[in-house]
């Protein structure tokens, strides 16, 4: 449930996400303001902050993080608390900003990361085209997408003739270099959205 919730999230709008996750905090620094100082909501700041840090650029997740930590300050105070020395806001302040901080990285560097390792298991390392598995999986949503609108679906099959021969009178290393040639020939002469 909640990885449906920020995938469908990372396919919004940069400019809808950071609208979206700003308007989330507003809501919770006003339950902050009228719970008062005694019951901490800081859990519920957190929300917005990992939808931006998973979708969004380390400055977004940085900003954000910032915003909540001095919005959750000014209801604090508009709600009353008062401290014997002022410089118990700024700690607070920090130490909630600091908390922020860390988990919004944590968040976006492990969305990262599998954003990353989920390209990797698809495209073929030697060429940087799709692998079997890429391919299969954008096969399939062709054909999905050609039965939901009554399409034609085309495909096109090429085979490198005597490509073995290259192998054993070259090497491998020849090999690689000429299928490495072929696929940037190839996405060199497609539309992007044909690969």
């Not at 990992?50 to 969004?56: K, R």
């Not at 604090?76 to 002022?86: M, T």
């Not at 692998?131 to 999986?137: I, K, V, Y």
């Not at 399409?151 to 490198?160: E, G, P």
């Amino acid at each position: 449930m909640v990885n449906i919730l920020f995938e469908n999230f990372n396919k919004l709008p940069s400019f809808v996400q950071g609208f979206t996750a700003y308007l989330l905090v507003l809501p919770i620094t006003m339950m902050d303001y009228f719970l008062g100082p005694e019951l901490s909501t800081t859990l519920f700041y957190l929300f917005p902050i990992a939808l931006l840090a998973s979708s969004s650029t380390k400055i977004n997740a940085v900003l954000i993080s910032f915003v909540a930590a001095l919005l959750w300050l000014t209801a604090n105070v508009a709600a009353g608390q008062v401290y014997d020395n002022n410089w118990v806001y700024l700690w607070n302040f920090s130490v909630r900003l600091i908390l922020f901080l860390l988990i919004s990285r944590m968040i976006h560097a492990s969305f990262s990361q599998t954003k990353f390792y989920a390209a990797l298991a698809n495209i073929d390392d030697l060429t940087g085209i799709l692998n079997r598995r890429g391919f299969l999986e954008k096969a399939q949503e062709e054909l999905s997408r050609a039965k939901r609108f009554d399409r034609a679906f085309s495909l096109a099959f090429i085979d490198l003739d005597n490509f073995k021969d290259v192998n054993d009178q070259f090497g491998h290393q020849a090999g690689d270099e000429l299928l490495k040639t072929v696929a940037i020939e190839i996405r060199n002469n497609i539309r992007s959205t044909d690969q």
